[in-house]
């Protein structure tokens, strides 16, 4: 089993409704730190998992609408609470309807650190296409 | 399948007895720097694997009987070798222990960094209460 | 010449107002992983810079006032834009205020790095006190 | 289920052939920060997944024959593609050879970091033996 | 005093001629983490030392020539040994050379990591402009 | 002006007299994580601060004697405290005794990780040989 993982990141304003959150009920702000890992049974024609290239420009537009936002007024966020792993799936599902066709893979992971000592992830599978 | 990865660290002296530890077997000392991940299937109903503040207090205290600690002493290691690998365990089972009820977790892992070049960790299936 | 340095790290929401900013314009946010630096020209009767507890202490009561905060609505930065740069030195002068008399210490740094390619920082000088 | 993760580097030249991989087609290079990971359903009789220093000679032993080589003229590339992709599955091949018997361990996975934003891995499952 | 850091990095190959540099004399390559320091006496009428995103376009500018190149063919380092350092060198003196009217820079910094365990870097002071 | 920077580490036990330090009385210890930085106005003759193997040599060969020991009882510090501080500052006048004739050094600076958070640092300035 085969993985490759891209970066990059988003800065985003929000705020976290309910006593459960404490101080973050307030609205502050975060650099998410975003990896994004492509996993494959095998690897493709080219010996690879996907190319690197190609992984990051997808990533890169997955973010693009998130950028310099305040996802308390963002519509992907409307009915949610905008908590990291919420964020993580956000962001694997979008990814995932941006595969390509015939892209192979069996998994797709989206890992946020939100601070130097926190930090969410989610897995999903998916049906090779 | 969601994560939650929390950090810390403690400091301990140590000695690993046993010809097979080399120069380990000297009393010495690490910094473990310690990461705790929490997995579950789904979110809870506030959006999250766990609290972050919690996840964070929880390893907190978990560490507090081994910060500045020689373990050679210490009455949880009596008939062990502390390895960094019998740290980890000893650490999540402590972690497992003192999960709140109705955590809905199905695993955890515990990590610790001994030096920038090595890294030991565990994996433990939990019952989701 | 001596260096102690200290980490912490805050999450704020703030807009940067100016065509300047770009899309920096919106209200969005960062984690801000901060480090201070404490320079000293020789060690004091401790054998230190400073204290780490003491150090770690300071800086995390100096960031308190500011942690999960907009701060366009923030007193502290009423006139001011708040840049990575005009933050830093918010840090650093607040912890120059805030060291204890008889210090011995000869310059502070504070440095934040907003994303992972990011990091600002500010140098000021002490009187020795 | 326990892990070790030890880490070294190495620095390659090479070429990917294929309008596939863009301006990679020329002759560059890479240092590829690399870790293996060993893994064990148990620990051993010292209560480690595998010697640390056992580990790390391993690793390195299994890396010199690459070190400061330009891969396109290599006997162990001649017919491949040395992506990161193929680079570690080359690695952790290698590695499960040279493994000593009666190891124990029931996989391996070998991650190769080949610039800041981008990191390679692959895992093989062995039969412990 | 203030500061303002930005990150990329490059891919090349290259060999090093003369005993001196031993196993480096192979034609080889390496992956150079790149960061880039400007240094300012005071900020400017924006509150910062520069605009982060033109300090990031102006390095990956300075960097574009080098991406994916063999430095033993390449035309600016015709007469030069591609060390670390020298190729540090080179950088910031490009950058000094494409920084804007008016700067108002005192220093550039320049630091290239080699591998994980390797750093060189080069200081020039600026005639503020 | 140029620098180049190696890294390693040491594994040491040791407690700190003096109710000053609290918990850190205690016999406990640390993985300090060490870099060496060398400075010098030019290059030498082969385009270099100093040979990347030759530094990392030194400072291996400087730890060498601090390597898996228990600080209270080793006699360099037997008079002395061994804050992360007086380390550094040791391991610095061992380096700057250590470096060849001629070479061309005008400071060193070396500091030390001693957990995620906490790291001290020493420079002196050298008379170039």
Redesign the interface.
């Known amino acids: 089993?085969?993985?490759?993982?891209?970066?990059?990141?988003v800065?985003?304003?929000?705020s976290l409704a309910?006593e459960?959150?404490?101080?973050?009920q307030?609205?502050?702000?975060?650099?998410?730190?975003i990896t994004a890992t492509f996993e494959r049974q095998g690897?493709d024609e080219?010996?690879?998992?996907m190319?690197?290239?190609v992984?990051?420009q997808l990533l890169s537009e997955v973010l693009e609408p998130l950028?310099?936002?305040?996802l308390d007024e963002h519509p992907d966020f409307a009915e949610?609470?905008s908590?990291?792993?919420?964020i993580?799936?956000h962001i694997a599902l979008q990814l995932a309807s941006a595969l390509p066709e015939g892209h192979g893979l069996q998994a797709l992971e989206v890992?946020a650190e939100?601070?130097?000592?926190?930090?969410?992830?989610?897995?999903i599978e998916l049906s090779p296409a």
């Open positions: 089993m085969f993985r490759l993982r891209v970066d990059d990141h800065m985003i304003a929000h309910g459960f959150f404490g101080p973050a307030n609205l502050h702000g975060a650099t998410l730190a690897l080219h010996g690879v998992v190319d690197i290239g992984a990051t950028r310099y936002q305040n949610k609470i908590t990291t792993e919420v993580c799936q890992a939100e601070h130097p000592r926190a930090r969410g992830m989610v897995r």
